[in-house]
Protein backbone atom coordinates (compact mmCIF):
# COMPACT_ATOMS: atom_id res chain seq x y z
CA UNK A 1 0.00 0.00 0.00
CA UNK A 2 0.92 3.69 -0.42
CA UNK A 3 -0.31 6.66 1.04
CA UNK A 4 -0.16 9.86 -0.60
CA UNK A 5 -0.91 13.48 1.05
CA UNK A 6 -0.89 16.72 -1.15
CA UNK A 7 -0.53 20.18 0.16
CA UNK A 8 -0.33 23.79 -1.39
CA UNK A 9 -3.88 23.90 -2.72
CA UNK A 10 -5.49 27.42 -2.96
CA UNK A 11 -6.85 30.21 -4.48
CA UNK A 12 -4.97 32.19 -7.13
CA UNK A 13 -5.53 35.11 -9.34
CA UNK A 14 -5.22 34.76 -13.27
CA UNK A 15 -1.51 34.30 -14.12
CA UNK A 16 -0.70 33.61 -11.02
CA UNK A 17 1.42 30.78 -9.50
CA UNK A 18 0.85 27.84 -7.06
CA UNK A 19 3.05 24.88 -6.63
CA UNK A 20 1.65 21.63 -5.53
CA UNK A 21 3.65 18.93 -3.58
CA UNK A 22 2.77 15.27 -2.84
CA UNK A 23 5.04 13.01 -0.54
CA UNK A 24 4.59 9.47 -0.88
CA UNK A 25 4.97 6.45 1.58
CA UNK A 26 4.81 2.71 2.11
CA UNK A 27 5.97 -0.22 -0.26
CA UNK A 28 7.63 2.64 -2.75
CA UNK A 29 8.75 1.32 -6.06
CA UNK A 30 10.68 3.94 -8.02
CA UNK A 31 10.28 3.16 -11.24
CA UNK A 32 6.77 3.34 -10.64
CA UNK A 33 5.18 5.89 -12.75
CA UNK A 34 4.01 9.39 -10.17
CA UNK A 35 2.13 12.39 -11.13
CA UNK A 36 -0.69 14.66 -11.06
CA UNK A 37 -4.27 14.42 -12.14
CA UNK A 38 -7.08 16.94 -12.18
CA UNK A 39 -11.11 16.81 -12.05
CA UNK A 40 -13.56 19.85 -12.04
CA UNK A 41 -16.79 19.75 -11.34
CA UNK A 42 -18.77 18.15 -14.02
CA UNK A 43 -16.13 16.53 -15.72
CA UNK A 44 -14.28 13.14 -15.80
CA UNK A 45 -10.63 13.16 -13.61
CA UNK A 46 -7.36 13.75 -16.48
CA UNK A 47 -3.98 13.74 -16.53
CA UNK A 48 -2.15 17.16 -15.78
CA UNK A 49 1.40 15.42 -15.93
CA UNK A 50 3.14 12.00 -15.02
CA UNK A 51 6.75 11.13 -14.46
CA UNK A 52 8.18 7.51 -14.95
CA UNK A 53 10.82 6.50 -12.34
CA UNK A 54 13.16 6.84 -14.81
CA UNK A 55 12.28 10.69 -15.58
CA UNK A 56 11.01 10.55 -18.86
CA UNK A 57 7.83 13.12 -18.49
CA UNK A 58 4.28 13.34 -19.76
CA UNK A 59 1.94 16.82 -19.90
CA UNK A 60 -1.51 17.29 -21.27
CA UNK A 61 -1.20 19.59 -24.17
CA UNK A 62 -3.43 22.25 -21.81
CA UNK A 63 -0.83 22.77 -19.83
CA UNK A 64 2.06 22.34 -21.53
CA UNK A 65 4.83 25.82 -21.68
CA UNK A 66 2.93 26.80 -18.11
CA UNK A 67 3.28 23.30 -15.23
CA UNK A 68 6.57 21.71 -14.62
CA UNK A 69 6.17 18.38 -13.00
CA UNK A 70 9.32 17.77 -11.09
CA UNK A 71 9.65 14.10 -8.82
CA UNK A 72 12.44 13.37 -6.63
CA UNK A 73 12.97 9.60 -5.70
CA UNK A 74 15.44 10.47 -3.12
CA UNK A 75 12.33 11.92 -0.77
CA UNK A 76 9.41 10.16 -2.89
CA UNK A 77 7.90 13.36 -3.38
CA UNK A 78 6.70 14.65 -6.77
CA UNK A 79 5.94 18.37 -7.24
CA UNK A 80 3.86 20.39 -9.34
CA UNK A 81 4.83 24.00 -10.43
CA UNK A 82 1.76 26.06 -11.75
CA UNK A 83 2.17 28.99 -13.75
CA UNK A 84 0.36 31.37 -15.54
CA UNK A 85 -2.66 29.90 -13.73
CA UNK A 86 -5.84 30.42 -16.00
CA UNK A 87 -10.00 29.92 -14.51
CA UNK A 88 -10.44 26.69 -16.89
CA UNK A 89 -7.28 25.19 -14.04
CA UNK A 90 -9.67 25.11 -11.36
CA UNK A 91 -9.94 21.77 -10.08
CA UNK A 92 -9.34 18.93 -7.10
CA UNK A 93 -5.91 17.63 -8.00
CA UNK A 94 -4.88 14.78 -6.85
CA UNK A 95 -1.55 12.84 -6.50
CA UNK A 96 -1.44 9.32 -8.23
CA UNK A 97 0.76 6.60 -8.24
CA UNK A 98 1.28 4.00 -10.47
CA UNK A 99 -0.81 5.78 -13.34
CA UNK A 100 -3.67 4.29 -14.95
CA UNK A 101 -3.22 0.81 -13.25
CA UNK A 102 -6.11 0.03 -11.73
CA UNK A 103 -4.48 -0.82 -8.47
CA UNK A 104 -3.03 2.71 -8.28
CA UNK A 105 -2.94 4.85 -5.32
CA UNK A 106 -4.31 8.50 -4.89
CA UNK A 107 -3.77 11.40 -2.43
CA UNK A 108 -6.48 12.70 -0.80
CA UNK A 109 -6.81 15.79 -3.22
CA UNK A 110 -6.28 19.63 -3.07
CA UNK A 111 -8.17 22.18 -4.36
CA UNK A 112 -6.95 24.99 -6.71
CA UNK A 113 -9.14 27.81 -7.49
CA UNK A 114 -8.48 30.07 -10.07
CA UNK A 115 -10.68 33.88 -10.15
CA UNK A 116 -10.72 35.91 -13.29
Known amino acids: QVHLVESGGGLVQAGGSLRLSCVAS????????MGWYRQAPGKQRELVAIVTGSGRINYSDSVKGRFTISRDNTKNTVDLQMNMLKPEDTAVYYCNYGGDDPSSSWGQGTQVTVSS
Open 26 to 33: GNIFRFYI
